[in-house]
C-alpha cells in the first residue's frame, strides 16, 4: 500500500482555462479527471451540508491499482469510471480492495451508464445521477 496525497482542484474549470486544455470531451483523460473531481466534490459538499463526520481517503498499491474513495474505514467505497460501457477492468481496483480487505462493507462504481446494476460479486455500479440521489438520499452514507 502506497501513502501519498490525492489533491483536487475545487473547480476544474478554471484549472482547464488556464492551462489552455479546452473543452473536456466525453471518453478523454482530462474528462475523466473531471469526473472523478465532481463526484470529490460531491461527497465533500455532503460531508459538510449534512453535518456527518465521516473520513474520506483514497487506496493504491504500489503497482497502480487503486479506488478513488474510501470513507472512513472500509464502510464504502467507490470508484470513478467516466464509461458509459463499463468493463471487467473498470472494476479492478474494487475487487483487489475486497481481497486486501474483506470487512469492506460496500463497494460503488459510478459511471455513464444508464442504469444501475450489481455485478456478481456485489459491486454496484451506478449512473451518477443514482450516485448522487442516493447520496443525498441519504442510502449510501448516515
Known sequence: IVQSPKFYFADVGVVNLLTKRGRLQPGSELFGKAF??????????????????YDLA???????????????????????????????????????????????????????????RRTDDGIEVLPYRHFAQRLWGGDLIG
Not at 39 to 48: D, G, I, R
Not at 86 to 92: A, C, G, S
Request: charge should be negative; hydrophobic fraction near 35%; include cysteine.
Open 36 to 53: 472523478e473531481s465532481w463526484v470529490q466534490h460531491e461527497l465533500t459538499a455532503h460531508k459538510c451540508y449534512t453535518g456527518l463526520q
Open 58 to 116: 483514497f487506496w493504491r498499491l504500489s503497482g497502480g491499482t487503486e479506488v478513488d474513495f474510501v470513507v472512513n474505514d472500509m464502510e464504502f467505497a467507490f470508484e470513478a469510471k467516466s464509461a458509459s460501457r463499463v468493463t471487467d477492468d473498470h472494476l479492478k481496483g474494487l475487487r483487489e480492495l475486497a481481497r486486501d480487505h474483506p470487512r469492506v462493507k460496500r463497494r460503488f462504481l459510478g459511471c455513464l451508464e444508464e442504469r444501475a
